[in-house]
């Protein structure tokens, strides 16, 4: 796991590429979410204790959720049509390299899994693909690279 913030410059594309899987996280433009999080923070800081214990069934419920997929993962088949879906999405993308094809796999069954299925369906590759596609996808020296979750479903329609 490693941040960074894009005003103090960009990885090289080579480094980028040894990522798995890149977040972007911007600020919260909605005010009712942003008011929630401050009042979530201001009950935090005045009883830490209390606040943890509020949340504590919700985690537990994840804490059990996750075990239960990590137990699971290694029985989500990859069929070959995910293969060619997948394989197709790289080519598509013109990613470099095999480690976009093998991280968008491994993401995949990881979402399966966490869905209790063991069998990858469209949803799991369309939902998990951007984080492994997104930091690969190159530009030109003044553009911004590009990516739309609807060319990806289109792609991945023609294979799953």
């Known amino acids: 796991i490693g941040s960074m913030n894009p005003e103090e410059g960009t990885l090289r594309p080579q480094l980028m590429d040894r990522f798995g899987m ?27 204790a209390g606040f943890m214990a509020e949340c504590l069934k919700e985690t537990n419920d994840l804490r059990e959720r996750i075990a239960k997929a990590k137990a699971l993962v290694n029985k989500v088949k990859v069929t070959d049509k995910v293969l060619l879906a997948i394989a197709m999405v790289s080519v598509h993308y013109k990613m470099e390299g095999h480690r976009a094809d093998i991280a968008m796999i491994r993401a995949a069954k990881a979402n399966a899994a966490l869905e209790g299925r063991e069998e990858i369906t469209f949803k799991d590759i369309s939902t998990t693909a951007p984080l492994i596609l997104r930091h690969r996808i190159k530009s030109g020296p003044f553009e911004e690279a590009s990516f739309r979750q609807s060319e990806l479903d289109n792609v991945l329609r023609g294979y799953i």
Request: contains cysteine; charged residues 35%; glycine residues 0%.
């Open 22 to 48: 890149c977040v972007e996280i911007s600020t919260e433009s909605d005010p009712n979410i942003k008011i929630e999080v401050i009042k979530r923070r201001l009950a935090f800081d005045a009883d830490p």
